[in-house]
Structure formats: structure tokens, C-alpha cells
């Protein structure tokens, strides 16, 4: 169902990889809100993934562009201000890798250069596309940016790695340049801390189904979807929250605020008598 909360708004949307991701269902439910956008990834995303279909659908373009490039942002931001007529009111940011997490390395045995590359893309990008906006003084007064987080940044996950390092950047970058932004133009940056979702990036997280149904077991809404995740960047987007900025906001049916539910508290009494299958670096690791 449409609000129009959207009409006559311009957006740019990173990471809209396939149907599964939850930038493509921003973009999706933008366009039926009645916003104009673009859409960008990087050149191997835009190869492998459906970035290019999903523009087809929307009667716009994929801008390819490295979020971690400057040079690449400066002409994304160019290139969609003149497909679209003008500045730009909202960007998501739904950016996130790492390769420790690919190649399984343990958080205390970390590839530095690994971690370098974490933070760069799942964090550093953010302020990368912050600063490249306001320099080219590219986005409307009283304009949106949201970026894609995780309660990992706040609370240890086993298996989430680096990757709570570059959340937790990731939070203090929206808070930081929030302020700067919206005492000079009225701009808005949020994060949104998400429920575990399966997407090609959060699949990738070691144990990430038994993740995903521990936390619906803890919410007391149940884990939201991507599509849930989509309605409320819709609403940030919009010009109902202009006041909301600086903000780490839960979109997670309750999982942060909980200690232990019941549903989880009966499924964890059921194993107690079982022994736990930690696979092979259960001994190396046995304190995590």
C-alpha cells in the first residue's frame, strides 16, 4: 500500500545487490512511495549481481561506483543529481564485507589488512559518501541518510567478528556527522540496527541460522523482515521525522531491550543434557 510520503523526492540507494537484499526492497518501496532514485554498486556487484534488472523495473539507471573511492562518489553524485533533475532527499547506505569473516579467521587471530579493508568498505564508506555529498552541497534541506547497522555494535556476537568494529564506527560516523550536518543543512543521518536478515552478506556470518532463530525466539515481535526494514526507512526518509537525527534506532521487534524469554529460556533447557556440536575449533576456542 502507497502513502506518497515520498512524492517528488530524489534518492541515491547503494547495495541493491539481489532480490534479497534490503536495499532492493528500500528502493522498491521508494519508488512505490513515488520517489525518483538511482542505484549504485560496485563494477564486480553490478557483474554478478541484479542490480541492473532492478533499475530496469524502476525506469532508472545503476550507477557503478566504489563507496570507498572518492573519485567514484564525486561523479555518483553528479551523474544522479543529473539523471534526476536536482538534489538529492534521501541515501542508503546498505553497505557491508568482510573478509575475515569469509575466510573464517577467529577475532583473536584477525588479518590486519583484512580488518583495514572491513572498515573501509562497512564503515569508512559511510563517511566517505557524507563528506563527498556535503562538499558537493548535493543533498535538499531536511534530506534523510540511513545507514544499515547491527545490535552487534553495542553487545558481543559470537561469529559477528569485525564486523561489530565497523557497526560500531559505522554508528559513531551517522552521530558525529549527523551534528555537523544538521546544524549547517538541516540533514538527517540515522542508522537503523536491523534483526539478523538473510541476505548474500548476513548468510555469510558463522552460525547466522542459529542466530536467526534464537533472536525470533527472544523478540517478542519475532525478528523483522527486510521488507518490515524497507517500511521503516521509507519513514525516515519521509518528511514526518524531520526532527529524528543522531539516532541508533531498533528495528528489531523488541531483541535489544530483552534478557531471556521464555520461548528461548524452554529451548535452551532442552540441550542442556546434550553435548554442544562447536565443530572442530570447539578446544582451540572453548571460551567463546
Not at 55 to 79: C, G, R
Not at 119 to 131: E, G, R
Not at 165 to 182: N, P
Not at 221 to 226: E, K, R, S
Request: contains cysteine; hydrophobic residues 40%; negative net charge.
Amino acid at each position: 500500500m502507497s502513502y506518497n510520503l515520498l512524492q517528488g523526492k530524489r534518492g541515491i540507494v547503494f547495495g541493491a545487490l539481489n532480490p534479497d537484499s534490503i536495499a532492493w526492497k528500500v528502493a522498491e518501496r521508494a519508488h512505490e512511495e513515488g520517489a525518483t532514485l538511482t542505484l549504485t554498486n560496485t563494477a564486480v556487484a553490478m557483474r554478478m549481481g541484479e542490480t541492473q534488472k532492478l533499475a530496469e523495473k524502476l525506469n532508472t539507471i545503476a550507477i557503478s561506483a566504489d563507496a570507498t573511492n572518492v573519485e567514484d562518489l564525486n561523479n555518483l553524485f553528479i551523474q544522479s543529481m543529473e539523471a534526476l533533475g536536482g538534489k538529492i532527499d534521501f541515501v542508503l547506505h546498505s553497505i557491508g564485507m568482510s573478509p575475515n569473516v569469509r575466510k573464517e579467521r577467529h577475532y583473536s587471530d584477525l588479518d590486519y589488512n583484512y580488518l583495514n579493508k572491513t572498515l573501509d568498505v562497512s564503515a569508512v564508506s559511510f563517511h566517505k559518501v557524507l563528506q563527498t555529498a556535503r562538499k558537493l552541497d548535493a543533498i535538499n534541506e531536511w534530506g534523510s541518510v540511513v545507514a544499515l547497522s547491527y545490535v552487534a555494535a553495542q553487545r558481543t556476537f559470537y561469529g559477528y567478528n569485525d564486523m561489530a568494529d565497523a557497526k560500531a564506527l559505522l554508528e559513531s560516523i551517522a552521530r558525529s556527522f549527523g551534528y555537523i550536518y544538521g546544524r549547517e543543512r538541516r540533514v538527517r543521518i540515522n542508522t537503523i540496527s536491523q534483526s539478523p536478515t538473510i541476505t548474500t552478506a548476513g548468510s555469510g556470518v558463522a552460525g547466522f541460522n542459529r542466530l536467526l532463530d534464537f533472536a525470533e525466539r527472544m523478540s517478542p515481535l519475532g525478528n523483522a523482515t527486510a521488507e518490515e526494514c524497507a517500511d521503516y526507512c521509507i519513514t525516515l526518509f519521509s518528511d514526518l521525522t524531520r526532527k529524528v537525527t543522531m539516532q541508533n534506532l531498533f528495528n528489531d521487534g523488541g531483541f535489544s531491550n530483552m534478557g531471556m524469554s521464555l520461548r528461548a529460556l524452554q529451548q535452551y533447557e532442552k540441550g542442556l543434557h546434550e553435548d554442544c556440536e562447536c565443530g572442530p575449533a570447539a578446544e582451540e576456542h572453548h571460551f567463546d
